[in-house]
């Protein structure tokens, strides 16, 4: 293939992400207006389902204008040379591949997020903040893009510049010790995110003696489940949406509740969603969820080393000089049509995952308290409960509200 093909094949791939993604939001759209399902008839009133059929069409229409902005910019950077331009200017300052790939990326990345910006504002201060969602001042806005850049440039920069320093000293074989690095990196992680990373952005504060906490400790020692860490994160401060998870194993392991999750849902209720999530550990879909995502870097760093160096891919950018940055860039475009096919795998499984955990929290406490948080939730949230059925699959890591609803009535 030459370069002039291989570049209009990156372009032509590039349109076809954004068609698909089009066309799987303009199906799932034309269904905003459907029937709710009896099973779900009590989940909103009347003007509670009008505000959220208002909040999915605003939103569909700003996503779709916030892509097609995204692609228009990108493929018009590829037209005009844009990588080329990059990689001439961060020569200027160092011939040194690994300084060179940080410069490259980061130059880049920076100019992504002040084009990103707009976007991430409106999204927040005008429709989040219309329909009562946003609880974030703008100084905490500014403040987490700031925390979120210095971790980027940190974690980011020290794991690329490894990755590079593997490349130049093992050459292809680099991929190998890539992913050993990316596995060892993923446990820790699991193991610290919440205790390291969460501190920099939420507060969280062990959850207070009381009945929340007697009855989430009963259901524990009922299930086997060792539990001493359960924190309360203040959600609040940003959010009205509740969630909650679970992170670490072994002694690291701790179950984080949201406030709002605690204002929102009475104590069984939080019970069942806590049940939900001791059923991953029991399943030990924490452990395969890593194993699973460190496997599929594996395979992506590995197709990765069998394209990096070739020149053909830096010719179609217009870059003369092969190096791994550039390399990077056209393979992260040539990769899209595998992740499309990987994501629809891993999507697969999780929705099979959250199941199992919805059966685990039926058997251990019950169905009604569990169907009733998932219900207080999708309300509050004012979630889509008539999504398309080919948006589902290719988008949703958990099933519908629906469809969760159905299994946990089964007998």
């Known amino acids: 293939m030459t370069p002039k093909l291989l570049f209009y094949f990156i372009i032509g791939i590039l349109i076809l992400q954004f068609l698909l993604e089009s066309i799987l939001d303009f199906l799932n759209a034309k269904h905003f207006d459907d029937p709710i399902p009896k099973e779900l008839k009590d989940v909103y009133n009347k003007e509670e389902y009008h505000k959220s059929q208002n909040y999915k069409k605003e939103n569909s229409k700003f996503d779709f204008f916030s892509s097609l ?28 591949e690994i300084v060179l790939t940080l410069l490259f990326f980061g130059i880049i990345l920076l100019a992504s997020s002040l084009i990103s910006l707009p976007f991430d504002y409106y999204h927040t201060f005008v429709i989040e903040e219309k329909y009562g969602f946003n609880k974030m001042d703008k100084k905490t806005f500014w403040l987490d893009k700031i925390k979120n850049a210095f971790l980027s440039i940190l974690i980011g920069g020290i794991l690329l510049s490894i990755i590079v320093w593997f490349y130049q000293k093992t050459g292809k074989n680099f991929w190998i010790y890539a992913t050993v690095l990316v596995a060892l990196f993923s446990v820790f992680m699991t193991l610290f995110y919440s205790s390291l990373i969460v501190p920099l952005f939420n507060k969280q504060t062990p959850l207070k003696d009381g009945e929340l906490k007697q009855a989430i400790s009963e259901f524990a020692k009922k299930t086997g489940f060792k539990l001493d860490n359960i924190y309360v994160i203040d959600g609040s401060k940003r959010s009205t949406k509740a969630n909650a998870y679970f992170s670490g194993f072994g ?62 891919l830096s010719e179609a950018l217009s870059v003369k000089k092969p190096s791994f940055h550039i390399g990077l860039i056209a393979f992260g475009v040539l990769y899209t049509p595998i992740s499309v096919i990987t994501e629809m795998i891993m999507n697969l499984i999780s929705r099979k995952m959250e199941y199992q955990a919805d059966d685990f929290a039926k058997k251990h406490f019950n169905a009604t308290d569990l169907i009733s948080s998932l219900k207080k939730l999708s309300k509050n949230s004012l979630s889509n409960l008539t999504p398309h059925k080919t948006y589902v699959f290719f988008n949703y890591s958990h099933p519908t509200l629906f469809q969760r609803v159905k299994n946990l009535l089964q007998v």
């Open 69 to 96: 902005v995204s692609v228009i910019l990108t493929i018009a950077f590829f037209f005009f040379k844009g990588f080329a331009y990059v990689d001439a200017f961060a020569r200027q300052f160092s011939d040194n």
């Open 251 to 312: 002694a690291k392991k701790r179950i984080v509740l949201f406030d709002t999750l605690i204002k929102d849902l009475n104590t069984n209720e939080i019970v069942a969603v806590l049940a939900h999530e001791i059923g991953h550990y029991k399943k030990k879909h924490v452990f395969i969820n890593m194993l699973l995502s460190i496997l599929l870097t594996g395979l992506t760093l590995y197709l990765l080393s069998l394209m990096v160096d070739n020149s053909i």
